[in-house]
């Protein structure tokens, strides 16, 4: 008897799986404006850590007989009054508005999100009192808040300055100097700034969480014993890092300008460090005679704006669960 001749079908591939994460970057991608704000964010990054380091000028050597130079081959930015290269001191400055930008927006993050997390997640009254005491904040102007921290604990014969030099004594050689005092201005301009800029984070965690707390995922973990933190942490919030994500992009230039707007009040990065805030007020002091001074670090942080809030609109896009697969 003869074999049967069996016919081998081939099963079609399966297609290849596909998730929130891939689809938001394949739908960023698309987004031209997006990606190539990303890529001068990075390139600005980049120069900001490398070119302190490797350029060819110090930007605090002073050379008092060249004085303020316009822009020229030996210095691609010009000089200022003292003949420090412009260029190394706006690379420079931009090293602490993006540690500024970041710094802060991640102390924010933080209180925000736990805040946000745990009010929502409790609800009731656990939720009502923590969301009037964001209410009560809000209603303090953030701005002047901010310089009235500055004011009242930023001062050398304060606290907090007290418990700073304790705190960096066994570093170094002598806390006491006086050029540590700029550095201990700009941590706590870190700590104002994150710790006040938490509310709307927390009013968009709060938001989410609700909305995701009786989903059958969460009640399948508390079925199983999960306590109330894992929940949180290791359940709520991953799913809802969408909004998180995007808002925390959009957070940084924000921070970024109110530092920048300190720093040409002069509450904030004070000399010998540098911001471009703190560049475009001596700039701006000078600009009728030396216009560069002010011209560059304003271009340097407006381009670093603009860049973050495309990119943020990028994300904010790729993320909307709302938005079908292409």
């Known amino acids: 008897m003869s074999e049967a001749t069996v016919d081998h079908v081939t099963a079609p591939e399966a297609e290849a799986g596909s998730s929130l994460w891939r689809d938001a970057w394949r739908r960023l991608k698309k987004n031209r404006a997006a990606v190539v704000s990303a890529v001068i964010l990075a390139v600005m990054i980049l120069g900001c850590i490398f070119v302190p380091v490797f350029g060819s000028h ?22 200022d009054p003292l003949g420090r290269d412009i260029m190394a001191r706006v690379f420079l400055g931009g090293r602490v508005s993006f540690a500024v930008g970041i710094i802060a927006t991640l102390v924010s993050f933080a209180i925000g999100v736990t805040w946000g997390g745990v009010a929502g997640y409790f609800g009731g009254r656990v939720d009502s009192v923590m969301m009037r005491a964001v209410d009560v904040l809000y209603t303090f102007p953030f701005l002047i808040l901010v310089i009235l921290l500055q004011v009242f604990f930023a001062n050398k014969d304060g606290a907090f300055h007290h418990l700073f030099q304790k705190a960096i004594g066994p570093f170094v050689t002598d806390a006491t100097d006086p050029s540590w005092f700029p550095v201990f201005q700009i941590n ?9 800029s938490w509310l709307t984070m927390a009013r968009i965690v709060r938001g989410q969480v609700i909305a995701l707390r009786e989903q059958p995922f969460v009640e399948a973990a508390r079925s199983i014993g999960v306590g109330h933190t894992a929940i949180i942490f290791r359940h709520l919030l991953p799913n809802a890092l969408g909004p998180i994500i995007v808002y925390t992009t959009l957070t940084i230039p924000q921070i970024m300008l109110t530092e920048a707007f300190l720093s040409f009040l002069g509450m904030g990065t004070q000399e ?4 471009w805030g703190l560049l475009a007020s001596k700039g701006a002091e000078v600009m009728e005679l030396y216009p560069w001074m002010l011209v560059f670090p304003a271009v340097m942080l407006a381009l670093t704006l603009f860049c973050f809030n495309f990119l943020g609109d990028g994300l904010r896009d790729a993320l909307d669960p709302r938005i079908r697969k292409d």
């Open 188 to 196: 706590f301009v870190f700590a104002a700034l994150g710790g006040i």
């Open 272 to 275: 010998p460090l540098s911001s």
């Open 58 to 79: 110090d930007y605090a050597t002073q050379d008092l007989a060249l004085g303020a130079t316009a822009p020229s081959g030996a210095h691609w930015m010009g000089t």
